[in-house]
């Protein structure tokens, strides 16, 4: 088992990977075909935002603000052929991977990448981190969203279509994995839109691991 620190510091991070459509519910209610292969893009490290009770400012300009609760996992050294995502990865939280769904909808059906829907500042919010104790571990426990204290997504890794060690080994061999890259592994059923005020709440085995409180401007 990886035995590296926990992450805790934003300076820390480097590549974000996350992956699409990872959850069959999910991707039936936005009407999504479930990939053969896991389905990778990318956020910049400015789109970075910890929860810690801080408030949430994300666009109002631009159309409906999704979140998509998501088990986020940081690699604690670099990946060889081989290696189990067990030594891989070092700490895990939840997070949200925030989406310009509108702006997303217009863009796919150009067929053009997503970085303007999924990109934008704060879209990549964390919660507080966890040391990982392996790819088993994770699936003893489920993970969700609170929003005004009321659930609306609850999962767990156990229903992934492509596992910890499938998306390790895809984003690792064709892209490259080291210390400090995230992973952004899915949502499960739920999404929905933001709206101003709303209070975030991201937790793990029925443990709050963030809050924070929405403001839509611009």
Avoid at 124 to 142: C, I, V, Y
Wanted: proline residues 4%; negative net charge.
């Amino acid at each position: 088992m990886n035995e590296n620190r926990v992450l805790l510091s934003p300076e820390s991070f480097r590549n974000i990977y996350c992956v699409g459509r990872n959850y069959r519910l999910h991707a039936a209610e936005l009407g999504n075909e479930v990939p053969t292969s896991p389905m990778i893009f990318t956020k910049p490290t400015h789109a970075i935002f910890e929860m810690t009770g801080n408030e949430l400012v994300l666009p109002a300009s631009q159309g409906s603000v999704h979140y998509e609760a998501e088990l986020v996992f940081a690699v604690g050294r670099q990946y060889e052929a081989g290696i189990s995502c067990d030594d891989l990865f070092s700490s895990f939280t939840v997070g949200l991977d925030l989406t310009l769904r509108d702006v997303q909808d217009k863009l796919k059906a150009k067929g053009h990448p997503w970085l303007a829907a999924k990109g934008f500042r704060n879209s990549a919010t964390l919660g507080r981190w966890h040391p990982f104790s392996g790819e088993l571990a994770m699936q003893a426990s489920d993970f969700g969203l609170l929003i005004n204290n009321e659930q609306v997504q609850r999962g767990n890794a156990r229903d992934m279509v492509f596992d910890l060690q499938r998306i390790a080994d895809h984003v690792g061999s064709n892209f490259g994995l080291s210390t400090g890259d995230l992973i952004y592994t899915g949502t499960p059923a739920g999404v929905g839109s933001l709206s101003d005020g709303d209070l975030l709440e991201v937790w793990w085995n029925e443990e709050s691991l963030g809050r924070s409180r929405v403001k839509l401007e611009g």
